[in-house]
């Protein structure tokens, strides 16, 4: 979700007139801030081709801060789980990682980049939402909204 938060901002950034003038504009600082700027520098050698930046925090499957590479943990865990009759509902874990997979792909293309960030963090709401409502049992108390949000940070 940091990933994806980051790629966001930095594309909701660049969209703005003067949004390549530094700071979150600037890749190398949004590399940095997913601890992700010397990995990329191993792939990114001169006289190479290699993947965008954006790509890269998005798909690249070796990269423990890339969206791909959790989604690839998470349904690895959820699937551990129900081996081990842990997760009795993960049914639904498994379809929000599907959907969020789908999302990074979508919003790894340079033409739906601000629109499939925005569903990208939507699906990985979801894969959130199912594994807390399986794993994480809670009760609601009477002020409900403000309960969840206090679960979920803890859970954060």
Known sequence: MQTARLLAAHTARAATPRGDAGGIGDWRVVLRAASSYEAYLRVALPGRRHPSAPAFLLQDDALPASVTYCLAEVAAAVDELRRLSVAPADAEARAAVFAA?????????????????SRLAERLDAVHDALASTLIPTTELADGATHAQAVRQAQN
């Open 101 to 117: 997979s789908r999302a990074t792909a979508l919003a790894a293309q340079p033409a739906f980049a601000v629109h499939g960030l």
